[in-house]
C-alpha cells in the first residue's frame, strides 16, 4: 500500500487532485501500512462559473507498521471532480523513447519544452539476502501530447537503485462524464529494482503555463462550481492487493 499515495495523485495523481482548491491531508491505515499524503491548489479562490490557472503542490508519505518491505504497485486509476481539468493542447510533445534510459540531465534537455512538474522521490530496494537501501532522485513531469481524447503524461525518475536508473511512468487521462467526477487518471506504474524497490515518498508542483496562439494558457485549470471538490482512486499491487480511497475538499468561491 505505500506506493499508493506516489501516484495517488500522482500523481497525478498526479493529476489526481487537479481540481483541489485548498489544502487537504489525508492519512489512511490499511492492515500494516500507512500513507499520508497532503495536496495544495493555488489560488485557494477561484471563479464559481470558469476555468482559472492553478498550481498543483503534492507531497506524501508512505510506511509499514513492522518495518517490512511493501508490494510493489502496478496501477493506480484516479476520478477526479468535473470542475477540474488538464489543457495540453498547443504545449510541446515529449515520448516515452527519447525519455528511456536517459539520465535526469538529459531527459530534461530531451524535452525541456515539454516539462510541466518537477519534485522528488525516496524508493527502498530490499534485494533477497541483502540489507536493504533508500535511493532519492528527482522527478520531471512531461506532457506526451493529446490524441483521441486521451491526454498522456509521462513521469521520469532517475534513482540509484543501486546504480542510477531510469524509470518512467505513464499517466492516461480521459473524460470521464459520471456524476460529479469529470476526469480519469490511469497511471502504469514500471518494475522498480526487477521487483524489489517500494516507494517511500514523494514530493512533486505541477504548474506549467504556456502560451498558444498568442494567448496564455496554464496546463492545470478548475472553477470552485459548487464549493466543493471530490476525488477518489485504486491501486493495485503485485500482490493482488487493492487499496480505495476517495476525499472531499472545499473551495472559495469568488466572482
Known amino acids: 500500500m505505500r506506493k499508493h499515495l506516489i501516484w495517488i ?3 497525478g495523481a498526479m493529476l489526481a487532485v487537479a481540481g483541489i482548491a485548498s489544502a487537504a491531508k489525508v492519512t489512511v491505515r490499511t492492515g500494516n501500512m500507512i500513507l499520508t499524503y497532503e495536496g495544495k491548489v493555488t489560488p485557494k479562490a477561484l471563479p464559481k462559473n470558469r476555468l482559472a490557472p492553478i498550481a498543483l503542490d ?11 518491505h511493501p508490494p510493489a504497485l502496478r496501477t493506480v486509476v484516479v ?25 535526469h540531465v538529459n531527459a530534461k534537455k530531451a524535452c525541456s519544452k515539454a516539462i510541466v512538474g518537477r519534485g ?12 536493504p537501501f533508500n535511493a532519492t532522485g528527482p522527478l520531471v513531469f512531461f506532457n506526451g501530447g493529446v490524441k483521441g481524447g486521451t491526454t ?5 525518475a532517475y534513482v540509484a537503485v543501486p546504480t542510477p536508473t531510469a524509470i518512467v511512468t505513464t499517466v492516461r ?7 460529479k467526477f469529470g476526469l480519469r ?20 508542483t505541477v504548474d506549467r503555463k504556456f502560451t498558444y496562439k498568442g494567448r496564455k494558457q496554464s496546463y492545470l485549470l478548475a472553477s470552485c462550481a459548487t464549493g466543493r471538490f471530490y476525488a477518489q482512486a485504486e491501486s493495485s499491487f503485485s500482490d493482488g492487493t487493492k487499496v480505495k480511497g476517495s476525499v472531499v475538499v472545499p473551495c472559495t468561491q469568488k466572482g
Open 9 to 11: 495523485l500522482a500523481l
Open 58 to 68: 503534492i507531497n506524501g508519505t508512505i510506511a509499514a507498521v513492522d518495518g517490512g
Open 79 to 103: 476520478d477526479t471532480d468535473k470542475y477540474g481539468t488538464v489543457n495540453a493542447k498547443g504545449l510541446p510533445v515529449c515520448t516515452s523513447g527519447r525519455l528511456q534510459a536517459q539520465s
Open 120 to 131: 522528488s522521490t525516496t524508493v527502498r530496494v530490499a534485494f533477497p539476502d541483502s540489507n
Open 152 to 156: 498522456t503524461l509521462f513521469i521520469h
Open 173 to 179: 487521462i480521459t473524460r470521464r462524464r459520471s456524476g
Open 185 to 204: 487518471s490511469i497511471a502504469t506504474v514500471p518494475t522498480i529494482a526487477g521487483g524489489s524497490g517500494s516507494v517511500l515518498s514523494y514530493d512533486f
